[in-house]
């Protein structure tokens, strides 16, 4: 049966797609260390999970489109601790952080309407792209300028007719690039110069290392009207299956228009809601060693990484990602390898292939996303397991004497 050419547009994630082999593999009674996917060992906050085992409602009810007024009027105060003057108007809880950047290509873009942005990027912006039937149109970061922002020429000459937006992450998922102040006002000046808009996730603004200060797209008033905020709730606090985040601008029009679109699902999810409202009563000292215990995962794996032949990664500046590049012809192939057949004393690992993360045909091809969610002792060990796992693939499948 035909499906719709919309779908058959979209791609398997390259984060989840692999995911039947390492059921498979786990099956065979195979440890697999799963540092394909940004989820956490980190403990949620105790009274989040408080919250919901509280929640006393007799009836789930539909709640507000632009969620809960009492979360809404919360978020200003977390703002505060960075300097933002964010309102409760300016704020429409979203489901999970993807659904603002949805509303956000939806409100600003019709129909093959282009948003350009830097590459590699989070890959499932892709099926976001695709469901709006917005195209997306990239501008290369390299690893050897540790996936800095490009030369701003790159992407002035990328703006047609067409393009409605810029959008970036910072700290990058999934090359850990954290954008200085510099970089964003570069950006911030073209969107104004070009009347168009400048759309930043910031789900990993407390996650930047190395004595490195993060820089909001909400800390620069006179581009206000410019700016979408996308946020969520999901790793500062180690909630990913809770589903909060919000889209936040001064832009009445932007919020007014994808508050139409928030109607039309009717409601963000309402429990949810409320351990999101928890999680902001969190003591900052809960931040503050988890970013500490990312840092420290990050010096251990890149360390780790580097000491293998034929492996170069940057070191990312912030978020708790990075891509490597690996000394194999095609990165999917090894990954797929990794989960069929090989493991080391009964270990494996699964990591993301990053062809995907590109809009541009056939890069990529020979990079990983390696998410370092995991303690130090599980990283040691998935290390290991990628050292012999390559030793393995180059020897077996392609032939080479290693």
Partial sequence: MQMSNRISAFQCSPIRRLSPYAREAVR???????????????????????????????????GNSEGRQELREALPSYYAKYGLDVKPEDILITTGGSEAIQFAFMTLCDPYDEVIIPEPYYTNVSSFAHSAMVTLVPVTSKMEDGFALPDISEFESKITRKTGAILVCSPNN??????????LLQLLNL????????????????????????SSVLAFPEFADRVICVDSFSKRYSMCGSRIGALISKNKDVLDSALKLAQARLCPPDIEQVAACAALKTDDSYLLEVKSEYEKRRDFIVEGLQKIEGVQCSVPKGAFYLVAELPVDNAEDFAKFMLKDFNLNGETVMVAPCEDFYVTK?????????????????????????????????????????
Avoid: W
């Avoid at 540092?35 to 409602?57: C, F, M, R, W």
């Fill in 191 to 214: 969107v104004k110069k070009h009347d168009i808009f400048l759309i930043v996730d910031e789900v990993y603004r407390e996650f930047c290392y190395d004595g490195k200060q993060f």
């Fill in 28 to 62: 065979r009674g195979i440890k697999v260390y799963q540092l394909n996917i940004g989820q956490p060992d980190i403990k949620t906050p105790t009274q989040v999970i408080d919250a919901v085992h509280s929640y006393d409602e007799t009836i789930i009810a539909y």
């Fill in 174 to 183: 999934p090359t850990g690039h954290v954008y200085t102040e510099e970089e």
């Fill in 362 to 402: 056939g890069m990529g091809r020979r990079q990983v996303r390696i998410a370092y969610v995991l303690n130090t002792r599980d990283l040691a060990q998935a290390v290991k397991c990628i050292d012999a796992g390559l030793k393995a693939y180059r020897s077996t499948v392609l032939g080479e004497s290693v």
